[in-house]
């Protein structure tokens, strides 16, 4: 029996058996990048596959799926469109951020990633089907074999020692060591965590605190360091900025959780607009703007990075929990070069911002972008620091 680790192997192995890659993107991406995106994305659709026997009737949609797949045979599955589908139905706002990251992390294009997150999906129900047809499984014991995937976070990365100390080895036989006790310590920081959030601050009904630690928690499971499944992470947090103490849960729409920072740019979108007391300022069009604090651009360019659109992706999210919601996009530089060299440069982020949101599912009629170029700089230009913090862009509400 192929187990639960395996199968972004397994899943491989069968897209290659049956030659499920179009001819053009074997001509044009290099082996090794493109069988690490592959199994990259195989990982990805296990995850999602796992989340979604988590949702209410996820279960039978899945199992459904991979009854159709095992009917139909292995060819005409792995090319059908309905694995994309409920990757995509899934991953919903995060699909465009996963498929970004994706080709960013392999070095393969986008094109190629769009690609296999499509037959990968499929080719995963074929290979699903002929496990389940094989173990005769019923809806619920496939939903059991995929759960232990369902929370499986990327663990955070080990601190980097400075200290000329060597840190101490823990021995097997520790207490740490056990799983069970490891689980009793997680469970009562979260929990205290949980009570010490609710008794300091003001409690929202669409807001809940998950940690006190500056990554997003991570239920424990008895899966092994090596585990091969990645989540898809929500926020992509740059280690020159400051990391927030708590992170919160937002409810999005259609079930869709965010984790993101207490003080990110989503955590202070969403609680303006979330907020009744919090009234649009008409009269002061200084009042009330928000930095995106994780959007990066080409130097010199209004080319959004790849990371970028993890954070573009949260706020289409939240933009879409409130439909009624209109934003500002303002687009800031320096003072370096040419003052109308900067106001052109300046409007073609704020419109590259715009454009990113819009393609992520926001109406064009909701957002409207604008370059300010030099104009209310924050910090000083005479430092590197400073011109640094200057070249942003912000947002701000507009109607709520």
């Not at 663990?155 to 520790?174: E, G, Q, W």
């Not at 919160?248 to 303006?272: P, W």
């Not at 109308?340 to 073609?348: A, D």
Request: neutral net charge; without cysteine.
């Amino acid at each position: 029996m192929v187990s639960l680790q395996k199968m972004p192997d397994e899943i491989k192995n069968f897209i290659s058996q049956h030659n499920l890659l179009r001819a053009d993107i074997l001509a044009i991406e290099q082996p090794a990048p493109l069988q690490q995106a592959v199994t990259q994305v195989a990982s990805v659709t296990m995850r999602s596959f796992a989340e979604l026997v988590g949702q209410a009737s996820g279960r039978d949609t899945l199992w459904e799926e991979v009854q159709a797949a095992s009917a139909t045979g292995p060819g005409a599955a792995a090319t059908a469109t309905t694995g994309a589908g409920l990757l995509k139905k899934v991953l919903d706002d995060r699909y465009h951020g996963t498929l970004g990251a994706t080709a960013t992390e392999t070095n393969v294009s986008g094109a190629t990633v769009a690609h296999l997150l499509e037959v990968v999906p499929a080719a995963a129900l074929a290979v699903l089907g002929e496990v389940v047809a094989e173990q005769h499984w019923t809806a619920q014991q496939l939903a059991e074999w995929l759960r232990p995937r369902q929370f499986a976070p990327v663990p955070p990365p080990a601190p980097i020692l400075t200290s000329a100390v060597a840190a101490p080895v823990v021995s097997n036989s520790s207490w740490f060591a056990k799983p069970a006790n490891v689980l009793l310590v997680l469970v009562s920081v979260v929990a205290a965590a949980e009570l010490g959030y609710i008794l300091n601050t003001r409690s929202s009904a669409d807001t809940e605190t998950v940690a006190t630690t500056s990554a997003p928690s991570a239920e424990p499971t008895a899966a092994a360091p090596t585990d091969q499944y990645a989540a898809i992470p929500v926020t992509n947090l740059s280690a020159a900025r400051p990391k927030a103490a708590v992170p919160v849960v937002l409810k999005l729409k259609n079930g869709v959780r965010q984790i993101i920072g207490a003080n990110s740019t989503e955590s202070k979108l969403y609680q303006f607009l979330i907020d009744p007391s919090k009234e649009v300022d008409t009269v002061d069009p200084t009042k009330d703007w928000i930095g995106f604090d994780r959007i990066y651009f080409d130097t010199n360019k209004a080319t959004l990075t790849n990371e970028s659109l993890w954070q573009l992706s949260n706020v289409a999210s939240i933009l879409k929990r409130f439909p009624d919601a209109k934003i500002k996009i303002g687009g800031y530089t320096d003072n370096s070069g040419k003052p109308l060299v900067n106001l052109h440069l300046s409007k073609l982020r704020a419109e590259a911002a715009k454009e990113t949101l819009v393609g992520l599912g926001v109406p064009a009629d909701r957002l409207v972008a604008v370059g300010y170029g030099i104009v209310d700089n924050i910090a000083s230009n005479d430092t590197e620091e400073g011109r640094a913090l200057n070249r942003r862009v912000s947002l701000q509400v507009i109607q709520k």
